[in-house]
């Protein structure tokens, strides 16, 4: 008799478990939905230094395979403020806080990055 007690109730634990693993899964689609808001949301951002001075705004962003931000490029000006020049940075030197993108860097330090073109460079299209 406990035998028969225990197995409806083992089968049961099972059910619940798988149930629950299942909604766990994410849905097809919801990342790349979460990454194109984040995207349509930081476009066009102000971007500040890490003291707190404004100095550009995100021109584009690319994510990585999970949906989480990988790199961005900023518009920044030049050094006497005539014309812009866009630099990228990865995803450890900068923070994104509503709306609002912080670098973990200076504006000096922005200064010395390379400017990049605006078509994605053949290294990163594979």
Same mark, same amino acid.
């Given at each position: 008799m406990p035998r028969s007690f225990f197995t409806p109730i083992f089968v049961a634990s099972l059910i619940t478990v798988a149930a629950v693993c299942f909604a766990q899964e994410p849905e097809p689609g919801k990342a790349d939905i979460e990454a194109s808001e984040l995207a349509t949301e930081l476009i066009g951002a102000p971007v500040s230094d890490s003291l707190g001075n404004e100095i550009g &705004? =995100? @021109?584009? $962003?690319? /994510?990585?395979?999970? #949906?989480?931000?990988? %790199?961005?490029?900023?518009?920044?000006?030049? $050094?006497? #403020? /005539?014309?812009?020049?866009? =630099?990228? =940075?990865? %995803? &450890? @030197? /900068?923070?994104?806080? %509503?709306?609002? =993108?912080v670098l973990d860097m200076q504006a000096d330090d922005l200064r010395s990055l390379p400017e990049v073109g605006e078509q994605i460079d053949e290294k990163r299209a594979d």
């Open positions: &705004d =995100v @021109a584009d $962003i690319s /994510f990585d395979e999970d #949906g989480q931000p990988d %790199r961005l490029r900023i518009r920044t000006s030049t $050094i006497l #403020g /005539f014309g812009e020049r866009t =630099v990228e =940075v990865s %995803r &450890d @030197a /900068f923070m994104l806080l %509503r709306g609002h =993108v």
